[in-house]
């Protein structure tokens, strides 16, 4: 869990603030990415907001091979000898080198925003929310991995009548999810495995915590929750998996579900960091009738 202050209002660290989102929940959405994670997918498809501290990412085909970013450096990790550009023991992720890039071939990835800050720039789509029936939708990386953070922009929003769903892995603890539920019209649930063990290979992370939160949501919010389900061939969209699954959204009473198709997007967003990429992933995405036909399966 992080907190943050700067002139006395919470701070985060935000990736990105993308307008115009039509998947994140109803009507025109404008989505907040936050920076970090306690799960470790290995098809995740937002790599860049796994870690918390500040990133680099280089795109090779934008560079031009200039320089500046090997003399603006301050701790001598960027080089034109390295393929990535930046050795990422050395790299801080102060943001220097992006700065100075001409071609905005490296970037900076986690910029600090306060509830003050970001609440005056989401409220300048209040128009398109309006006119579409949408909002704000908060996203990540973890949303209630800032819990102090979210709790005061979800109040905020809320007094101005703005529509807020939060997406979450539901791997925080109980009181914290508790404490933003009343400042909430939706949550967006992900259950990737239903097995401990599968849960615990695929993520890193145990599930326990994550379905007792999802029950407990469930009874307090049954038709205000969309649980969702990722289809990563070979990871999550295994016969086994998918069957264990339909059984515990039957179990807990889960009333709505979608599922999320795998798209390999992510897997050049990994490599701009320099991380790497699990070779079993497939580098094209799921088809729509393989898609429908597994979804198919999660008639309640």
Known sequence: MRTGTTAGSPAALIGDVARGSVHDGPGLRTTVFFKGCPLRCLWCHNPELIRFPPEVSFSADRCLACGDCVRTCPEDAASLDRPG???????TGCGACADACPAA?????????????????????RPYFEASGGGVTLSGGEPLAWPVFVRALLGRLKAEGIHTVLETSGAAPWPVLASVLGDLDLILFDVKAADPGLHRRLTGAGNRRILANLRRLLAARPTGVVVRVPLIPGF?????????????????????????????????????????????L?????SAEEAAALAGRFAL
């Open 282 to 286: 497939p580098d094209t995405p799921m």
């Open 236 to 280: 999550t969209a295994t016969p086994d998996n998918l069957r264990a699954i339909r059984r515990l959204l039957r179990d807990v009473g889960a009333r709505r579900v979608e599922v999320l198709p795998w798209n390999p997007y992510g897997l050049s967003k990994a490599a701009s960091l320099g991380r790497p990429i699990d070779p079993r």
């Open 85 to 91: 550009r930046v050795d990422r023991l050395l790299c």
């Open 105 to 125: 071939a490296l970037r900076r990835i986690g910029t600090e925003w306060t509830v003050d800050a970001l609440v005056a720039c989401l409220l300048r789509d």
